[in-house]
């Protein structure tokens, strides 16, 4: 999908050159040509032309009607809520993996509501199928953003936001917030590993068997609460009841449950002495 | 009522206390020492020279348009350069920090700013450069030449227009304050929402900006009250609408924008203000509040703001084409019509500032074509500006290079951000530094326009032409210095840098980090070519005559160089949309008036200084929550403008006279400068 934008860009990007090289060629020719000292053809009072005032308004409408309707048909194309793109994909036979996302200040949450299982920092999904993310916040906006993969959205507290994404090749991509979300910010980054569906089905066991169990009351009591995870080292988590804490954890936010960041500990983050004690809960 | 902070408070000094001075920070000392040898050596100067009560009376009382524009504009130029040295810091912090583990500096864990540091200091860049910079130097700009360019006496409320400066002199004091006292915020010049909640920031830092952009914006919405009834009221006799100046009439665009658009961030501000003194749930996520209700107010604001902005510079173009075209600007009813309708469209587009937020498919196509509309006038500005340039006599001055530079710079952003009003492309390039070339190439167009204009009006205002030779050498390496940060920062962002991170993420990209820093340096020669532009050209004082590029069209040249504070001596009559082109062609430039009229002028008043002061003292007192001096400066505030307002001082009339004598001295003046180089001064001046 992050090919189908690539796509567009090039071609947004072509359709204007159209209209921006003789703009840029005029613009730079013109006052050349029209120097004092070339003495070429000099009309002082000729202000108006209703035929170059015509062309002047009427190109660039004819190119904003192009750029409109190819913007507004490539984001029914990709829309993230339900990208009709990922229909025709390959993968879409199959039933689609469902991960919930949950920005804390400050790592990565991902709840896989099926396998009952949850991660921190690290993505997993199996290659060739479709991957349907549902994303929340605990506390404040961050920006969800795979480069290669997925359109950027937005995780918000007390909201529910969408995004999707198929690779069919096992492969590895790095993930990171681009929205701005406190001192800690610097070390919001997730693992991003496409599997092949053999390997998932193993890693997933594997995770199911993790002595570390994620409950509502660990993740609100612990995992929550506002920590620096440097590095962005990942942990596993094996969760009976994986299903129930997404929606909770939208609920609470709904209800003014917030984490508060104590001034203290924005002002350590990142001096060499804060580097310490690092993320304690969560491994 | 008042909501629990963190920390201690103390009724007498609120949370203030001395751990508030950041002494221990070594890069905080030493801007310290500059701005403290800075402002010794300012003041020691003024106490030297004894200039105290020129400088209380002249300047800080005055109420002459083009002093407060004046000043403005030096308050602008000095944010500029502080906003210039926060961006500074940005790149050279991510030139070294590159990837999250390479070694770290004075105490931070890479490069040499932490990041909460790092944080605050792009929140104050984009605040002082829009707010403080751009703002206040595009407003003293409008200040300056929108009275002189229709034949006016002074602004419609002279007086208002001192409190408009006052108040935004205070939050720029503000923002200079918080370098010190406390902390500014992190939470980015927008204002990031629920992250400027108490429970993410409870420091005073989203304070400091919360406050610095409510009393100045405050101002500006006076300041656009004030231009309008200006160009409605005072226009000279037979100045209909289509005989306004362009500049003039795309003020009247911007100060609509202004008058409209500026009340919405005051509201936004002060329901922030509440959930955050207060304790109510305007913003929270949670028990009812909404934030995307802030930010739809804030980009309500905040997208004609941008336009707020870039009127003028359009405006500023548009005359300096015209002059040194030696032509009449092409298709002005068109120029008038498009400025209009940037003006308008600038209302329906705010959502493209968050198109990530979740916004569903049908949203996103409105948002998306109503900004791709945005395209149509400005295309229309560019193609007017370049047939005005066609078939004309074109002369290469510094201002007409600053022009043509701002008319290529407009192409690139408007290419970018057409790009950008895609949601398919922004879905990969949202929140990367390429939106933050995209801006600042159309923030260039109007620093662009900015330096055009200042040197273009220069001499008309104090008497002598800003040196050519080191005018042109800052041209060249700010232009220089633009390209190398913003072209390589294009590619980084296509490349996937986010911003607002303190350090490189894709180790891969650091040679157009060098680039970028490399791109700062030039900056920095250009900043010092600048100032030698000034200097050398303040020594010089080579003297301007009455039409100094001898090529001006509009109005403000017919007058005296420099301007006597009351403009003209009688308010001229107009012929034609160039009125000064007109009178050259038909020979009556320098027509001197048989009689002379009364004129009716403001009195100076130290109020507005004072008003400015206080509410400094109120927001400073505010930030800090010491409730009493708040209190008790708000009520001074309010108690000197009920004063005021029973003030029966209703100015001072010049008599005919006393007209006649400076007109003749002024006469005098000009026709022996006019000759200084050849005949010793006090020569022959009769004989001309």
């Known amino acids: ?102 920005a804390t200040d400050w790592q990565w949450v991902f709840i896989y509501p099926d396998e009952n299982i949850a991660t921190i920092d690290d993505l997993v999904v199996p290659a060739g199928r479709r991957v349907q993310l549902t994303m929340t916040a605990t506390d404040v906006m961050n920006g969800f953003y795979i480069p290669q993969v997925a359109p950027m959205v937005d995780a918000m507290p007390a909201m529910v936001s969408k995004d999707a994404f198929e690779i069919d090749q096992p492969a590895q991509f790095t993930g990171f917030s681009t929205d701005f979300s406190g001192a800690g910010f610097s070390w919001m980054q997730f693992k991003t590993r ?26 609100t009591q612990k995992i929550a609460q506002p920590q620096v995870n440097y590095g962005a080292t990942p942990s596993y988590f094996s969760a009976p009841n994986a299903g129930r804490i997404f929606g909770m954890v939208v609920m609470d936010a709904m209800n003014g449950k917030t984490y508060p960041v104590p001034d203290s500990l924005t002002k350590s983050v990142a001096s060499n002495e804060g580097k310490a004690p690092a993320s304690p809960a969560a491994n | 009522m008042q909501v629990a902070v963190e920390g201690p408070w103390s009724p007498l000094l609120g949370r203030l206390t001395l751990d508030a001075i950041p002494y221990t920070n070594p890069i905080l000392i030493f801007t ?94 984009g605040t002082l450069m829009l707010i403080f910079a751009a703002t206040p130097l ?23 227009n001192a409190v408009s400066l006052w108040l935004t002199v205070s939050g720029a004091l503000l923002c200079m304050i918080s370098l010190f006292v406390g902390e500014f915020s992190n939470a980015t010049w927008v204002g990031l929402m629920p992250f400027s909640e108490l429970p993410s920031n409870p420091g005073v830092g989203v304070d400091y900006w919360m406050w610095a952009l409510q009393v100045s914006s405050i101002g500006t919405t006076f300041n656009a009250i004030n231009i309008i009834a200006t160009i409605v009221k005072m226009r000279a006799p037979g100045m209909g609408w289509f005989r306004v100046p362009v500049f003039t009439w795309v003020m009247m665009a911007t100060s609509i924008i202004g008058l409209t658009a500026f009340p919405v961030l005051t509201a936004a501000l002060c329901m922030l203000g509440l959930d955050r003194y207060v304790g109510t749930h305007f913003f929270t996520a949670g028990m009812g509040g909404n934030y995307m209700l802030y930010i739809n107010l804030f980009w309500t604001w905040g997208h004609p703001e941008v336009y707020f902005l870039v009127l003028p510079a359009f405006g500023l173009i548009s005359e300096i084409v015209a002059t040194f075209s030696s032509k009449s600007l092409f298709g002005y009813p068109t120029m008038i019509a498009a400025s209009m309708g940037i003006a308008g469209v600038g209302w329906v587009v705010w959502a493209h500032h968050f198109f990530t937020m979740g916004m569903g498919p049908d949203l996103i196509g409105f948002f998306s074509a109503a900004t791709m509309i945005v395209g149509i006038p400005t295309g229309v500005k560019a193609f007017n500006w370049l047939f005005t340039m066609f078939r004309g006599r074109i002369v290469f001055t510094t201002p007409m290079l ?22 398919v492309v922004d879905y990969t390039v949202h929140d990367s530094v390429f939106v933050v070339a995209h801006f600042h190439c159309m923030v260039l167009v109007i620093g662009a326009g900015i330096f055009a204009a200042v040197t273009y009006w220069w001499p008309k205002l104090f008497g002598f032409k800003l040196n050519e030779t080191l005018g042109q050498w800052f041209f060249w390496t700010f232009v220089a210095g633009s390209l190398l940060v913003f ?33 700062i340096g030039v900056y920095f020669i250009s900043v010092f070519f600048f100032l030698a532009m000034v200097v050398v050209s303040l020594v010089k004082r080579e003297p301007a005559g009455q039409d100094a590029w001898g090529t001006g069209r509009s109005l403000e040249w017919l007058t005296h160089t420099p301007v006597p504070f009351y403009n003209f001596a009688v308010t001229p009559q107009v012929h034609a949309l160039d009125e000064m082109s007109w009178r050259k062609a038909n020979g009556l430039e320098k027509t001197q008036p048989s009689t002379y009229v009364p004129i009716h002028m403001p009195s100076s008043t130290s109020l507005p200084f004072i008003i400015g002061m206080l509410s400094f003292v109120c927001t400073f007192s505010l930030v800090w929550r ?58 022959h001046a009769e004989a001309h």
Not at chain 2, 80 to 104: C, E, K, W, Y
Not at chain 2, 138 to 156: E, K, Y
Not at chain 2, 402 to 415: P, Q, V
Request: include cysteine.
């Open chain 1, 1 to 102: 999908m992050a090919g189908l934008e690539f796509h567009y860009t090039l071609w947004i990007t072509g359709i204007m050159m159209l209209i921006i090289v003789p703009t840029l060629l005029m613009t730079i020719i013109f006052p050349l040509r029209y120097h004092h000292s070339r003495n070429a053809k000099y009309t002082p009072d000729w202000h108006f032309s209703a035929t170059i005032e015509i062309l002047a308004w009427a190109i660039p409408l004819a190119m904003v009607v192009v750029l409109a309707y190819m913007s507004v048909s490539a984001i029914f194309r990709i829309n993230p809520w339900n990208a009709p793109e990922l229909a025709s994909a390959p993968g879409a036979s199959q039933p689609p993996v469902k991960v919930e996302v949950i």
């Open chain 1, 194 to 219: 496409i599997l092949a569906q053999a390997d998932y089905d193993a890693w997933v066991k594997s995770v199911q068997g993790s002595p570390n169990q994620l409950t509502y009351d660990v993740f």
């Open chain 2, 32 to 125: 310290f020492v500059i701005a403290a040898t800075a402002g010794l050596v300012a003041v020691g100067s003024v106490l030297y020279f004894r200039k105290v009560g020129y400088i209380w009376r002249e300047w800080l009382c005055s109420v002459d348009h083009k002093r407060i524009g004046v000043m403005y504009m030096i308050l602008g130029l000095v944010m500029l350069f502080r906003g210039f040295i926060d961006g500074v810091m940005m790149r050279t912090q991510q030139a070294i920090a590159i990837g999250p583990n390479s070694p770290g500096y004075l105490g931070a864990a890479h490069g040499y700013l932490p990041p909460y540091h790092f944080d605050q200091i792009y929140s104050a860049h």
């Open chain 2, 138 to 160: 595009l407003t003293g700009l409008g200040n300056i030449i929108v009275p002189l360019q229709i034949g006016a006496r002074d602004m419609a409320f002279p007086y208002l």
């Open chain 2, 402 to 423: 600053w022009a043509i530079t701002a008319i290529l710079l407009l192409l690139l952003g408007g290419i970018t951000g057409m790009m950008l009003s895609a949601s």
């Open chain 2, 487 to 519: 072209i390589p920062m294009f590619q980084a962002g296509l490349d996937g840098e986010t911003r607002r991170l303190d350090y490189l993420f894709d180790t891969s990209l650091r040679p157009l980090m060098l680039l970028e820093v490399a791109g």
């Open chain 2, 626 to 683: 010491i409730w009493w001096l708040a209190g008790a400066s708000l009520l001074a505030a309010i108690l000197l403008v009920i004063i005021r307002s029973f003030d029966k001082n209703e100015g001072y009339v010049l008599s005919a006279e006393n007209i006649a004598e400076m007109e003749r001295k002024l006469h005098t003046v000009s026709l022996v400068a006019e000759q200084s180089k050849v005949l010793p001064v006090g020569g």
